[in-house]
């Protein structure tokens, strides 16, 4: 079963918009209007269209994710979740960015992908620690993936080399 597990996990180093994955998780912001780091990748390789369709939904909280078409992307859709912007890790921190990796797969589920591609949410412009949102995201998805057979493969997608570094200690962590 726990071998089973890890095949269903894997790691590239790259750009989370070329990813030819049923759907792509977008680290948005509350508005969903587009932004820098991730959020303007996808918006710019989406087109247009994607800004109208995130437009006619208003928002999102925290934590909370919401799906669109993927348009000129090759991913069929995209989940938008919003990351916890990190201030000391008093205020929720943890358990808010777990709530994304959790709403994500919920809305993955909903839309019936198979394949599913994570960037590092919040780890960019929100300054989440990288090794603990790692950890974060890394357990989610075991148990998730423990809990639901529907999907397939989940990649993270990390952009440069000491990320993907990074990812690969924590999976030994998590999944010994
Ligand atoms: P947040 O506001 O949630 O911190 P950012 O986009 O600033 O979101 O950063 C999240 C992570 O996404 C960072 O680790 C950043 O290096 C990474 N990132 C930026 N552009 C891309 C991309 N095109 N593909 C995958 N990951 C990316």
């Known amino acids: 079963m726990e071998t089973n597990l890890r095949e269903r996990i894997g790691f590239v180093e790259g750009d989370i918009t070329k990813m030819d994955v049923d759907a792509i998780v977008n680290a948005a912001n509350t508005s969903l209007l587009g932004g820098g780091g991730v959020d303007g990748a996808i918006h710019r390789a989406a087109g247009p269209e994607l800004l109208a369709e995130t437009r006619k939904i208003g928002g999102c909280p925290t934590g909370e994710a919401r799906v669109t078409k993927g348009y000129r992307l090759p991913a069929k859709w995209v989940i938008h979740t919003v990351g916890p912007i990190w201030s000391g890790g008093n205020r929720n921190e943890d358990e808010l960015l777990a709530n994304c990796y959790r709403n994500s797969f919920e809305a993955a589920i909903e839309i019936g992908a198979?394949?599913?591609a994570f960037p590092s949410i919040s780890t960019?412009?929100?300054?989440?620690?990288m090794e603990r949102a790692i950890n974060i995201a890394l357990r989610e998805t075991k148990s998730f993936l423990q809990a639901n057979q529907s999907i397939k493969k989940v990649t993270f997608v990390c952009f440069g080399r000491e990320v993907y570094n990074k990812y690969q200690e924590v999976f030994k962590e998590v999944f010994h």
């Open 124 to 129: 960019g412009a929100y300054r989440f620690p």
């Open 114 to 116: 198979v394949t599913v």
